[in-house]
């Protein structure tokens, strides 16, 4: 069965570095999404991305973060000048097309920010 | 704007007891509400969803939920709860219907313990 995939499962940095997550969606799908959960939290919307451009965004993606689709299969988050408050389990997830509505998401990306 | 609200931090069950975990939400036009589980370390796992038609909806692994607009609620329900169902389970509304990202807006979880 296709699923998300993520890597790496669990990224260390130092406040202030950039950090690029990784995220192969499901091959077919066209609407990709980034969310996070802090540890103990909820799971919160990031942002959403369709024809290889931003739909939506929330608070929360500032001009720090930003997406991108560099080819036909990945679909990457860049955090740069990372904060101790960036840290968080970061989750990718694809869906189809709009009438199915089911989202996919993948393991997850462990963000530790020191 | 849509929410959910899931009232119970934690539920603890005997195995093969039934299990009810709750959910009720607050939308503007027609719902579309999710349930997804997270197993320790791992990513959420889509178990099932209601858009339109019966009220009752089976999903993945024996759970169902029951979709009752007039309580504005979707719980989440299984006849008989195994040790291996302990997780975190999210009750989640689509965004507003128009919006073609159509981002998911969570709960903030429930922890299903089920004791041997």
């Not at chain 2, 197993?39 to 979709?67: C, H, M, W």
Request: aromatic letters at 14%.
């Amino acid at each position: 069965e296709p699923e998300v995939t993520q890597t790496p499962s669990h990224q260390v940095t130092q406040m202030g570095q950039e950090v690029i997550l990784r995220c192969v969606p499901i091959s077919n799908h066209l609407y990709f999404y980034w969310y996070r959960q802090i540890l103990g939290q909820k799971v919160e919307f990031l942002v959403s991305f369709y024809n290889n451009e931003i739909s939506e965004k929330s608070e929360i993606f500032d001009d720090r973060f930003s997406v991108e689709r560099p080819d036909g299969s990945n679909f990457t988050l860049k955090i740069r000048s990372t904060k101790l408050e960036d840290s968080a389990m970061y989750f990718c997830a694809s869906k189809e097309r709009v009438s199915t509505d089911t989202q996919y998401f993948g393991p997850g990306t462990r963000l530790t920010v020191l | 704007a849509q929410s959910v609200a899931q009232p119970e931090d934690q539920v603890n069950v005997a195995e093969g007891n039934p299990l009810t975990v709750k959910c009720t939400y607050s939308v503007s036009g027609n719902p579309y509400l999710f349930w997804y589980v997270q197993y320790p370390n791992r990513g959420l796992q889509f178990l099932l969803k209601y858009i339109t038609g019966d009220n009752l909806v089976k999903g993945s692994y024996g759970f169902e939920a029951e979709f009752n607009k007039s309580q504005t609620s979707f719980h989440l329900k299984k006849p008989s709860a195994l040790v291996s169902d302990s997780a975190l389970y999210f009750c989640a509304v689509r965004d507003s219907p128009y919006n073609q990202g159509g981002k998911l807006i969570f709960g903030q979880g429930t922890e299903l313990s089920v004791k041997p």
